[in-house]
């Protein structure tokens, strides 16, 4: 029966965000619009630079990773803001939700959004750039590591929210921006200064990228990559977790939660 109520809450969340989303304008470009242009204007600069196959398919990979993972970590990140921007955060905690519930069902339509930008420029990549993609399972795999990192540093959104208010919510569009500057999105990250290297062997992204990317003959900074970067995300959002828990009762006694409520 508590498993039941635990699932009924969650499909709430996600049949909220589903409606937030059918309905908004902007929803559709960062969908459909922004991606497909940033995969354009990637795909074009590679074939004026007349790159190696391997090469076009090192730096599209970045592409197409770039467009999914902002799309399902901004549904996870609405879960808050969605409520903050209707002035309703207080209604919405004082139901019985815990942060499971909003978390997890947001994320399920993240993921939703985040595969349909991932088959779009899939489609586009393949026809306009002659992309490959190296297998069903190894693609499977390596997009539930994308959908695990867009559901971490969506969290990491939330718990910043929580903690500090609404100032913080520019982190919901740049964050995923300053990941790929240091995890490898375009390029090795053995190219970086010695200290962000280190940083980027601490992102789930960077394994997930040089395994996916170790099938186009590229050889990976680091070891052992697709046990790394599992290990790392799901340590991160166990942490997360515990710390969206400490952070809502952090709040509740501040008083922030009527504060973004007002």
Known sequence: MH????????????????????????????????????????????????????????????AIT?????VTQLDVSYSLLYDIWSKSIKQTFLAPVTQYDYIIGSWLIGMARGLTVFVILSFFSAKLFGFIYPGLIISIIFLTGIFLTGLMIGMFVCLLVMLYGQRVEVTAWSLVALLMLVCGMY??????PKPFVIIAAFIPLTHFLEYYRSFYG???VFTYSLIKGFVLVIFYIILLFILLKYAFEHSRRTGMILRLSE
């Not at 909220?16 to 929803?27: E, L, T």
């Not at 390029?187 to 970086?192: F, G, I, S």
């Open 66 to 70: 770039g467009g999914v993972l902002q």
């Open 218 to 220: 590229f050889s990976p």
């Open 3 to 62: 498993s039941l109520n635990f699932l009924v809450k969650i499909y709430a969340f996600a049949y909220r965000n589903y409606i937030f989303a059918k309905g908004n304008f902007f929803a559709f470009l960062e969908i459909l619009f922004w991606p497909v242009v940033g995969l354009l204007s990637v795909g074009l600069m590679t074939k004026f630079l007349n790159l190696d196959k391997n090469f076009v398919a090192f730096v599209l990979t970045g």
């Open 187 to 192: 390029y090795p990250v053995n190219l970086l």
